[in-house]
Nanobody, 117 residues
Framework: QVQLVESGGGLVQAGDSLRLSCAGS????????VGWFRQAPGKERDFVGA????????RYADSVKDRFTISRDNAKNTAYLQMNSLKPEDTAVYYC??????????WGQGTQVTVSS
């Protein structure tokens, strides 16, 4: 079992930046891909991006490509989601998850990101 804790969310204005962190509870964190997802009120959870365990493959949703950057530091059992040029439509609860690109087994509790216009 791996516990994940997201942090770094908050209220920002359009155009601002935020960096979310996803901290894992065990060293096995480094063996898994990390996915980032978000869920806006009244909508389904959407894929934001993912990074392989060795950081050699990173994927992004088209809606965040060129604005968001995913990275990880396995020595710290932590992954990051750097979000630049934030838009009001980026407002959502952001979740990180651990697993493979096709299936995620462990999920965090989420962190709220609110972007005002």
């Amino acid at each position: 079992q791996v516990q994940l804790v997201e942090s770094g969310g908050g209220l920002v204005q359009a155009g601002d930046s935020l960096r979310l962190s996803c901290a894992g509870s065990r060293r096995t964190f480094g063996r898994y891909a990390v996915g980032w997802f978000r869920q806006a009120p009244g909508k389904e959870r959407d894929f934001v991006g993912a990074i392989s365990w060795h950081s050699e493959e990173i994927r992004y949703a088209d809606s965040v490509k060129d604005r968001f950057t995913i990275s990880r530091d396995n020595a710290k059992n932590t992954a990051y989601l750097q979000m630049n040029s934030l838009k009001p439509e980026d407002t959502a609860v952001y979740y990180c998850a651990l697993g493979s690109f096709s299936s995620y087994e462990f999920w965090g509790q989420g962190t709220q990101v609110t972007v005002s216009s």
